[in-house]
């Protein structure tokens, strides 16, 4: 075999009949060059692939239907791939027994099915190479929905802008939850303790608060919903209208008009009016009491005031307590109650002690 007629692409090795008697053959005359070629760090990887298809093409029978050349054409084409990824070239054991078969019949057996081979090879590396080409469509994720919380503490108030342009003020010891989307699909609100709404107007969406089982649904309106007692519900509107039902009584909702205010009474209703002048007082620093109980007195003081109170020797006979107090301090508050209702009063830091002595 002459150096300079080395074949120098795997086409050139397929089509070479001293190579394919070299592989069919190990005992021809050219086979010590091939052996030696086969060492080489750059053509060995060359001979060692076409040597690989040469003998899968020549495993026993001889009747290469279509679908057998697809066959061997994928086998070839993964380890084609494989050995393009290694850094070193891979060494094939050389066969060493002769075939006991005629040597002309099997090369042009081999010769007819490689023409078929290496064009499909090539047809299957260009499909690659075009769809490497093709720009991958990307998919846009949604933005993920997540809740969004604002709680206040005991003797805190605040005021929040939602998304959609509506307002809430939420009082002391309350909190709401929405969605991070709210406005998008949907404008609902989940409500604990009290706070005061005025919903911007949107007719496509209503603006809905649930608090506990009572929902409270509005287009734009304004209105106030106490839920701090689970069983005791108060939903005061103050402009617009509402609808309020309640998920345990599917087909019972009521329709408020400004001025009028529902309660629940267990899992009823009861509709009735209020005094808009003082119902909503909170909102302004107003601290008002009518004829308020002992503990409805002492829980109202703890969240306004953020503090905890404990009373000592509490009168037999009921308290209906009443008093109207602006922006001033719970030292006056106490001075001014307990003169009225017979009580001492300690203050030492957040602990408050009511001490009634009569």
């Known amino acids: 075999m002459n150096p300079d007629n080395t074949p120098t692409a795997l086409y050139d090795f397929l089509q070479d009949k001293s190579f394919l008697n070299w592989v069919l053959n190990s005992d021809t005359s050219d086979g010590h060059y091939w052996e030696e070629l086969a060492k080489d760090k750059e053509k060995g990887i060359l001979i060692n692939q076409a040597r690989e298809i040469v003998l899968e093409l020549d495993r026993p029978g001889s009747d290469w239907d279509t679908e057998d050349q697809l066959k061997v054409l994928s086998k070839i084409h993964q380890r084609i791939n494989l050995k393009n990824s290694q850094n070193t070239p891979v060494k094939t054991p050389i066969r060493t027994q002769h075939r006991e078969i005629s040597r002309v019949p099997r090369l042009t057996h081999v010769y007819s099915v490689l023409v078929f081979l290496f064009l499909g090879f ?22 993920e929905v997540t809740w969004v919380t604002k709680f206040n503490p005991k003797g805190q108030k605040s005021k929040i802008h939602l998304p959609d342009g509506s307002t809430v003020l939420i009082n002391a010891e309350s909190e709401i939850r929405f969605k991070s989307n709210f406005g998008v699909k949907d404008r609902d609100i989940y409500l604990s303790g009290e706070a005061f709404f005025e919903v911007a107007p949107d007719s496509l969406m209503p603006f809905r608060v649930f608090s506990e089982e009572v929902i409270t649904k509005a287009l734009g309106t304004s209105f106030n919903i106490n839920s701090y007692d689970p069983d005791h ?28 205010e529902l309660r629940t009474v267990g899992r009823k209703f009861k509709k009735e009016k209020f005094d808009l002048s003082k119902a909503f007082l909170w909102k302004s620093g107003v601290l008002l009491f009518e004829n308020a ?33 602006k922006d001033i301090y719970l030292s006056n508050v106490l001075e001014a109650i307990g003169y009225a209702y017979g009580f001492e009063y300690t203050i030492d830091q957040k602990e408050v002690k009511l001490v009634f002595t009569r």
């Open 293 to 325: 109980s002992l503990t409805s007195f002492k829980l109202t003081l703890e969240r306004w005031y953020g503090v905890d109170i404990e009373l000592v020797n509490i009168p037999k006979h009921p308290l209906k307590i009443s008093g109207e107090f």
């Open 122 to 143: 090539v047809t299957v590396v260009a499909l690659d190479v075009l769809k490497s080409g093709e720009e991958p469509e990307i998919a846009v994720p949604e933005p």
């Open 233 to 260: 519900i108060r939903v005061q509107l103050a402009t617009g209208k509402v609808e309020v039902s309640c998920k345990s009584l599917v087909n019972e909702s009521v329709f408020l008009e400004p001025g009028e």
